[in-house]
């Protein structure tokens, strides 16, 4: 399970961070693109079983789906692409690139001294 995986490499990295900080972590942010996308409720069922007897206990986890983005071809115009609706938002032009999909990133921990 792909979800499984992320909470046990998020649990890693928070406790080394923890250890590191000599402090109890409260929160984490994690962020990641929509073709990247977890599932929320499986990432969190998972890492509260595994952070279960660690210091990872209790935390709360906070997860962002950014949407992909593109960049017409027709004005140069930056957008979020929506797939059924697949055209520039500025000028309706329908060439345009699609920039690559956001990677999961932690982004920050919270902690409490």
Known sequence: MHE??????????????????KAKPVTAKISCGVLNAINDE?????????????????MKLDIEHKPIKGK?????AVF???VFNPNC??????????FPDEPLVLEEIEFRA
Do not use: H, P
């Open 72 to 76: 017409c071809k027709n004005c140069g």
């Open 89 to 98: 938002n500025k000028c309706g032009s329908e060439d345009f690139q699609l």
């Open 4 to 21: 499984t995986a992320v909470a046990q490499s998020l649990i890693k990295t928070i406790l080394d961070e923890a250890a590191r900080q």
């Open 80 to 82: 979020e692409f929506e």
């Open 42 to 58: 499986l990432v969190n069922f998972a890492f509260e079983a595994i952070a279960k007897g660690t210091a990872c206990q209790g």
